[in-house]
């Protein structure tokens, strides 16, 4: 590229940029994704999906404590609280202070260890709320957890080639209890984390301002993709009004280029400050250097598809069906080509999937 070249080519893009800049809705809309973002920042800071459940024993044996003691340590997002009167648990589920509670009979610990659990737990649930099966979850896990030790007693005690006499098997169950408790909640066999497109790993804890400002990437790709379509509707134009005919054949190319560029260049400017918000500094070279490349690879493929379609109103028919297969095969919001393998190669067909590529 020649010093002339470039000189026209700088300022066709300064033109075309003070364009857009000269229009107020499109000020607006460079303004609504980071101020959104901030919002939901700061609405979301100290948010959190907590669910109240409240737990009521009358178990004459020492399963159902055991149960209690370990959901009384789990992790935010659920709240369990042990009652001394089923009463008073009712009066908190039927106020809605408490969604909903469990009672566990007083013959839960023998039929547990009988292997018969049915009808062993009461589930009690505020009216409107669908959190009990939620929370039943969580207490249904500990029921299989505990169950799932009285078996493996089981087998071991029934082994012909093993002897124990019940002073020693029971000594072997105090050793192997808390063997077993620290294997179950190891991560050393296997573990699952909750990763943003950008690599960060998340606390899965508190999913909902997780889920929503680790979306900010994906729809700051979004946003990058119209902004160069933008860019496209007015190079139509432009064509059409033979600006483009007085340039040089070199020059005409990249001048084109710069009326896409000067879109998405912008939407690429506001979609950096909404990561960088959502997301914080500590990555922000590397949002650069991803922002630069998928706001080319944006210009380069919306000057092809305006190259293939003869018209503005050809290309305006094909956008929907490139923004919604966006969202659907790109990973905007949801990444489906987890759920469906074959979405994995469809969705390079769609912009946003370069960014995260």
Same mark, same amino acid.
């Not at 007693?153 to 005690?157: A, Y």
């Not at 093993?162 to 063997?179: A, G, I, T």
């Not at 408790?181 to 606390?203: A, H, I, Q, R």
């Not at 489906?336 to 590529?357: C, N």
């Given at each position: ?19 857009? +800049?000269n229009?107020?809705?499109?000020? /607006? ?37 055991? !149960?209690?003691?370990r ?21 908190? !589920?039927?106020?809605?202070k ?24 009461e ?29 493996f ?5 029934s ?21 077993y ?23 899965t804890s508190?999913?909902l301002?997780?889920? !929503? ?28 009004k ?14 084109? +280029?710069?009326? !896409?560029?000067s879109?998405?260049?912008?939407t ?5 400050i ?30 092809? /598809? ?26 905007? $919001?949801?990444d489906?080509?987890?759920? $469906? ?17």
């Open positions: 590229m020649n010093k002339n070249t470039y000189n026209r080519f700088c300022i066709c893009l300064r033109l075309f940029i003070k364009r857009l +800049l229009k107020v809705s499109f000020i /607006l809309i460079l303004c609504l994704l980071p101020v959104f973002s901030l919002g939901l920042k700061y609405l979301l800071k100290d948010a959190s999906i907590t669910i109240r459940a409240g737990l009521y024993n009358e178990d004459t044996g020492s399963s159902a404590e055991h !149960i209690i003691q959901l009384s340590k789990n992790p935010e997002g659920i709240t369990f609280r042990e009652f001394s009167s089923k009463d008073e648990m009712l009066d908190s !589920i039927r106020t809605r408490y969604e909903c509670g469990f009672v566990f009979s007083e013959d839960f610990s023998r039929r547990l260890s009988e292997g018969n659990t049915a009808e062993t737990v589930l009690y649930v505020s009216p409107g709320t669908a959190a009990g099966s939620i929370a039943a979850e969580y207490v249904y896990s500990e029921i299989f957890t505990l169950y799932a030790f009285e078996e007693m089981d087998f071991i005690g082994r012909t080639y093993l002897s124990f006499s019940p002073r020693e098997f029971s000594s072997l169950r105090e050793r192997l209890q808390p063997v408790t620290e294997y179950l909640n190891s991560d050393e066999t296997f573990s699952f984390e909750y990763k943003t497109p950008t690599g960060t790993v998340k606390d508190v999913m301002p997780d889920y !929503i400002l680790g979306s900010a990437s994906g729809i700051a790709a979004l946003f990058i993709m119209l902004g160069a379509f933008a860019g496209t509707v007015h190079l139509y134009r432009d064509s059409r033979g600006i483009f005919y007085s340039l040089p054949s070199k020059t005409r190319t990249l001048c084109k +280029l710069a009326d !896409i560029f879109g998405a260049f912008l690429a400017l506001s979609a950096m909404t990561i960088t918000i959502c997301n914080g500094t500590e990555n922000l070279p590397e949002t650069m250097f991803h922002l630069t490349v998928y706001t080319v690879i944006c210009t380069v493929y919306c000057y092809l /598809l305006y190259k293939l379609l003869p018209n503005v109103r050809i290309f305006s028919a094909v956008m929907p069906i490139l923004i919604m297969g966006s969202i659907i095969f790109c990973p905007v $919001l949801i489906f080509s987890v759920i $469906l393998p074959a979405v994995k190669y469809l969705k390079w067909g769609f912009l946003p999937t370069y960014f995260f590529g």
